[in-house]
């Protein structure tokens, strides 16, 4: 039988489930289901009977996923009543976004803008390496308000567990980066930033012409000021990617379309391995 996966299922009942959450979390979480009445009374339920369905833990679960057909791709299982509260977050900041233009709800913008570059040199496509892995704290504290970067910081894990092949603990690790995928607002929370950076490298040289768009790591600026863009996300300790940085010629790629003076040259992808089958 399928494992339910609907909200009720995962967050409204306590009765007989437990949620984890992260101690500086608790507070929030413990509001939250107080003003939900379903959350609240399965709360009371299980309280009653003497048992109390919030976990209070302080790591979250190092766990990979296939990226394509020879690698995988890390991600850190958060805490169940961390993950709610950290979706919560992550809509917020695509409202905000979205208000300036950047809709992470839409991938469109940037592949049409990647098509238009690719005719016309108007626009370059910026890519970079790890970049949810490279965001720290300190630039999430000098670029947020205040008031944001307490939240984002007390839903957040400080410590991940990697578990051996037999999924006992091998290794506790203190993390220095802020986020990473599989935290619910990290996306948000990246796409946020690196458009924080493009675009006061753009008001620092006055009046330009053309569009900033991001996606995630899938940065578009104007290509008069794609270099010192890259220059300034290296600055704040990103890694560019130059393989898939396309600022001169006619080929630019963004958000999975590959454009060559305007014509659609994706390739075909091999996801899974002849040899391991996965």
Same mark, same amino acid.
């Given at each position: 039988?399928?494992?339910?996966?609907?909200?009720?299922?995962?967050?409204?009942?306590?009765?007989?489930?437990?949620?984890?959450?992260?101690?500086?979390?608790?507070?929030?979480?413990?509001?939250?289901?107080?003003?939900?009445?379903?959350?609240?009374?399965?709360?009371?339920?299980?309280?009653?009977?003497?048992?109390?369905?919030?976990?209070?833990?302080?790591?979250?679960?190092?766990?990979?996923?296939?990226?394509?057909?020879?690698?995988?791709?890390?991600?850190?299982?958060?805490?169940?009543?961390?993950?709610?509260?950290?979706?919560?977050?992550?809509?917020?900041?695509?409202?905000?976004?979205?208000?300036?233009?950047?809709?992470?709800?839409?991938?469109?913008?940037?592949?049409?803008?990647?098509?238009?570059?690719?005719?016309?040199?108007?626009?370059?496509?910026?890519?970079?390496?790890?970049?949810?892995?490279?965001?720290?704290?300190?630039?999430?504290?000098?670029?947020?308000?205040?008031?944001?970067?307490? $939240? =984002? +910081?007390? *839903?957040?894990?400080?410590?991940?567990?990697?578990?051996?092949?037999?999924? #006992?603990?091998?290794? !506790?690790? &203190?993390?220095?980066?802020?986020?990473?995928?599989?935290?619910?607002?990290?996306? $948000? =929370? +990246?796409? *946020?930033?690196?458009?924080?950076?493009?675009?006061?490298?753009?008001?620092? #040289?006055?009046?330009? !012409?053309? &569009?900033?768009?991001?996606?995630?790591?899938?940065?578009?600026?104007?290509?008069?000021?794609?270099?010192?863009?890259?220059?300034?996300?290296?600055?704040?300790?990103?890694?560019?990617?130059?393989?898939?940085?396309?600022?001169?010629?006619?080929?630019?790629?963004?958000?999975?379309?590959?454009?060559?003076?305007?014509?659609?040259?994706?390739?075909?992808?091999?996801?899974?391995?002849?040899?391991?089958?996965?």
């Amino acid at each position: 039988i399928k494992e339910r996966s609907d909200i009720f299922a995962k967050y409204g009942n306590l009765e007989h489930g437990v949620i984890e959450v992260t101690p500086r979390a608790y507070p929030r979480l413990m509001a939250i289901i107080e003003q939900t009445p379903t959350m609240y009374r399965s709360y009371l339920t299980a309280r009653l009977s003497g048992r109390n369905p919030i976990r209070i833990t302080g790591k979250d679960l190092v766990k990979t996923v296939p990226k394509n057909s020879t690698i995988d791709r890390t991600i850190l299982m958060q805490p169940t009543g961390n993950n709610y509260l950290q979706k919560a977050l992550g809509k917020c900041i695509r409202r905000k976004l979205r208000a300036v233009g950047i809709d992470l709800c839409d991938q469109t913008t940037n592949q049409e803008l990647a098509r238009v570059g690719s005719i016309y040199g108007s626009h370059a496509t910026i890519d970079l390496s790890s970049a949810s892995d490279t965001v720290n704290s300190r630039i999430v504290y000098e670029l947020l308000p205040y008031d944001w970067y307490v $939240e =984002l +910081e007390a *839903l957040r894990c400080d410590y991940g567990v990697i578990l051996d092949s037999n999924g #006992k603990t091998n290794q !506790v690790v &203190r993390w220095h980066m802020f986020s990473a995928m599989g935290n619910a607002f990290t996306f $948000e =929370l +990246e796409s *946020l930033i690196f458009y924080a950076i493009a675009l006061a490298t753009a008001e620092s #040289k006055g009046p330009f !012409v053309g &569009r900033i768009s991001v996606y995630g790591d899938d940065i578009i600026v104007p290509n008069s000021l794609a270099h010192e863009v890259c220059e300034n996300l290296t600055a704040c300790g990103f890694i560019v990617n130059d393989k898939k940085t396309h600022i001169a010629g006619k080929f630019r790629e963004s958000c999975g379309a590959h454009w060559y003076r305007g014509i659609d040259v994706k390739p075909f992808y091999i996801r899974i391995s002849i040899v391991t089958g996965k």
